[in-house]
């Protein structure tokens, strides 16, 4: 919106072409984002503790938790999207159509994820919406999102599945585009919201991977960069670049009050808007593969729930002590901020693999 604006001055103020650079959208989107969340974090940390907006703990979970995190306020998601959506409306490209699918998938999302919330709240349990229901609501957003995307991307590329370390492995998915972008989206916003049960677990791995799309939405969009590391050219997609650094602003800020101890929990208002608008942003950017290792942790999460469940369905028996599986390095007796580094020490050797990817081919 600011940046729509002042373009149109650029003409009677030659420095405002400053304005026109990327990279240094980016950078003031990153610092909008971290400085709104930062500004707004404690009052509302306050208003959610005194109207009892708390975290249900899960009775199943370590015991620890019973004690340490209740009473927590949770539905800190909204205080990442206010950072995050208008840091994007003062700085991106608000006629650029990845721009504003982008935005429509984090922000309906995000309002599922605050209605969830709501009902954890309203009945003091964490069981919210039924998962079925939840997944449904999900598919239907995702393919509305996904329609407008195919309407008006204007991008002959869009059905196309490309894979990393080949020059020219390029597979047509057609129609089934649809649904693969779907159980993309859908996939990454569960296996974030997963991922988020401890202290700033699912934070961190979210701003790494924000930061590799940064970087590969802006070669992606630049026909020189994209042609040196032969990966597809996709007109229009830096501006995406924005959209990713106001997430990494935005988590940033919210780090510093979700750090052990955390004084607010992201709840599902913010797993599932973050894990969606990464898929979105894999969508985009044609490197949905890439994504999945970026954000291998989320995938290994969403795996070990997956696992368990087939397990006990078919045997009876349960591979770990309890999933996800940072739930099951507890039950073995590592502390919670074990978990945590060990994990996002994980999470930034896959981030090195799927950068790795852009210049393997």
């Known amino acids: 919106m600011l940046y729509n604006f002042l373009l149109n001055f650029v003409d009677l103020f030659s420095f405002l072409n400053v304005f026109k650079y990327i990279t240094f959208r980016t950078g003031l ?28 703990i899960r009775d199943d979970g ?15 998601g909204l205080i990442i999207l206010t950072g995050l959506l208008i840091s994007v409306l003062m700085w991106g490209d608000l006629k650029n159509v990845y721009v504003i699918f982008a935005l429509y998938i984090a922000i309906s999302f995000g309002l599922l994820g605050v209605y969830d919330d709501y009902q954890k709240i309203k009945f003091k349990n964490s069981s919210g919406i039924s998962s079925k229901i939840k997944i449904i609501i999900q598919i239907i957003l995702a393919v509305i999102g996904l329609l407008f995307l195919s309407k008006f991307g204007n991008n002959d590329e869009l059905t196309n599945l490309f894979f990393p370390f080949f020059k020219n492995l390029v597979i047509n998915l057609g129609w089934f585009f649809i649904p693969f972008a779907v159980f993309v989206i859908v996939g990454s916003s569960n296996a974030v919201n997963l991922t988020d049960g401890l202290d700033g677990l699912a934070t961190v791995p979210v701003i790494l991977v924000a930061a590799c799309f940064a970087f590969i939405s802006y070669v992606a969009g630049n026909i020189v960069f994209s042609d040196y590391l032969q990966i597809p050219y996709i007109e229009g997609t830096g501006e995406i670049s924005i959209f990713c650094g106001a997430i990494i602003g935005a988590c940033l800020g919210f780090l510093w009050f979700n750090a052990p101890p955390a004084k607010i929990f992201m709840g599902d208002t913010g797993s599932l808007s973050l894990g969606g608008s990464l898929g979105a942003v894999g969508i985009i950017t044609k490197h949905e593969i890439v994504l999945a290792i970026t954000g291998g942790l989320f995938v290994l999460e969403a795996v070990s729930v997956m696992v368990q469940v087939i397990s006990f369905k078919i045997t009876g028996k349960r591979i770990f002590k309890m999933a996800p599986i940072h739930h099951h390095f507890e039950k073995k007796g590592w502390p919670e901020s ?22 393997l081919r």
């Not at 709104?36 to 109207?51: C, D, H, R």
């Not at 370590?62 to 800190?76: E, F, Q, R, W, Y």
């Not at 981030?351 to 790795?356: H, K």
């Open 62 to 76: 370590p015991s620890d938790h019973i004690i340490k995190k209740i009473g927590t306020p949770t539905m800190g």
């Open 29 to 56: 989107a990153v610092f909008t984002s971290l400085v709104i969340v930062l500004f707004i974090g404690s009052p509302f940390i306050k208003f959610f503790a005194n109207k009892a907006i708390t975290n249900p």
């Open 338 to 359: 074990t978990v945590v580094i060990r994990f996002w020490i994980i999470s930034i050797i896959l981030a090195m693999i799927g950068l790795a990817t852009l210049k």
